[in-house]
T-cell receptor, first 113, second 114 residues
Framework: GENVEQHPSTLSVQEGDSAVIKCTYS??????FPWYKQELGKGPQLIID?????GEKKDQRIAVTLNKTAKHFSLHITETQPEDSAVYFC????????????FGSGTQLTVLP | DSGVTQTPKHLITATGQRVTLRCSPR?????VYWYQQSLDQGLQFLIQ???????AKGNILERFSAQQFPDLHSELNLSSLELGDSALYFC?????????????FGPGTRLTVL
């Protein structure tokens, strides 16, 4: 089955700096890659996703890039703010798998004021 | 607020017991997913239902079962509970099974087995 690895497990940045989280996946049949943000005591919330037919997607301060050849994708957050502090999860889904998501192990992002 | 509701928020029980977790999907969503989140295993897919029918199974133990009712709410039943079953259990829902569908997660049920 699919295996998703996520790095780093913890990341601290100064407010205003950029943060980058990287994930690799194992199954070349994966075609959907969402990123979720989980705040303490809450469920994961989708922040951005990308499908395998595009290489990059942006939504204000958040961007995701996908390299299908290398089987890795990354989350980029610019101009970080204290409210960006949370655990971020990447995930991958294989076409035809009824949207079964395989998650990475998570990255605890701390934005220092 | 994702629109997915889960009850109860917290559940404390003893080993060997049985519990039922409940999920109401977002209005209009036909598909329901159950996930388990633990410190050592991370977020793991358990099972998925679509319009009342089981569609996919992940790492779900035989002691666990689920169903989706005609009103589309779903229940996850955990029996013969063990200490290792302590975890956060999330329900997610999506409109259909289409490639473009987003999964929206509920707030979770924290299960503690003593």
């Amino acid at each position: 089955g699919e295996n998703v690895e996520q790095h780093p497990s913890t990341l601290s940045v100064q407010e205003g700096d950029s943060a980058v989280i990287k994930c690799t996946y194992s199954d070349s049949a994966s075609n959907y890659f969402p990123w979720y943000k989980q705040e303490l005591g809450k469920g994961p919330q989708l922040i951005i996703d990308i499908r395998s037919n595009v290489g990059e997607k942006k939504d204000q301060r958040i961007a995701v890039t996908l390299n299908k050849t290398a089987k890795h994708f990354s989350l980029h957050i610019t101009e970080t703010q204290p409210e960006d502090s949370a655990v971020y999860f990447c995930a991958a889904s294989i076409e035809g798998s009824a949207r079964q998501l395989t998650f990475g192990s998570g990255t605890q992002l701390t934005v220092l004021p | 607020d994702s629109g997915v509701t889960q009850t109860p928020k917290h559940l404390i029980t003893a080993t060997g017991q049985r519990v039922t977790l409940r999920c109401s999907p977002r209005s209009g969503d036909l598909s329901v997913y159950w996930y388990q989140q633990s410190l050592d295993q991370g977020l793991q897919f358990l099972i998925q239902y679509y319009n009342g029918e089981e569609r996919a199974k992940g790492n779900i133990l035989e002691r666990f079962s689920a169903q989706q009712f005609p009103d589309l709410h779903s229940e996850l039943n955990l029996s013969s509970l063990e200490l290792g079953d302590s975890a956060l259990y999330f329900c997610a829902s999506s409109v259909t099974l289409a490639e473009t569908d987003t999964q929206y997660f509920g707030p979770g049920t924290r299960l503690t087995v003593l």
